[in-house]
């Protein structure tokens, strides 16, 4: 396992950067999606209740895939700090070297593939920086 070099971290770096205004345009276009449902059920424009729920189980999925976005953003943020400390890159786990390839495929993984994989195991479900 190597360190990375300063052009992969640069192209790391750029990626995460990129991706992180991707999801703050599609958080902040979600909120005001779900500010717009919000207006429209309280100027009652949803007349029977069946729209209603209709547009309350879309208003969950949004609010859902909010979280997953937030989530995202929160990761890559971690993950930008860890660029400025010069950290990144290293497993927080174990301290190793996460693979490049790794790293290629998600730019905020945390993780070498064996912490995540026990990781996993261990809290059940997947993360925003699943296991290759
Ligand atoms: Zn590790």
């Not at 999925?61 to 997953?68: G, I, K």
């Not at 943020?77 to 790293?103: F, M, N, Q």
């Not at 495929?105 to 920086?129: F, I, M, N, S």
């Amino acid at each position: 396992m190597t360190e990375l070099t300063a052009t992969e971290l640069q192209t790391l770096t750029d990626r995460l950067t990129r991706r992180r205004q991707d999801l703050l345009a599609m958080i902040q276009a979600g909120a005001s999606d779900a500010g717009h449902d919000n207006l429209r059920h309280i100027a009652g424009e949803v007349a029977d209740s069946g729209d209603e729920s209709t547009a309350l189980q879309q208003t969950d999925l949004n609010l859902a895939e909010m979280e997953n976005e937030v989530r995202e953003l929160r990761a890559i943020d971690r993950a930008l700090e860890r660029v400025k400390d010069g950290t990144y890159g290293s497993c927080i786990e174990c301290g190793c070297h996460i693979p490049y390839a790794r790293l290629e495929a998600y730019p905020a993984a945390e993780r070498c593939t064996d912490c995540q994989t026990r990781y996993e195991r261990q809290y059940g479900g997947r993360d925003v920086t699943p296991s290759l």
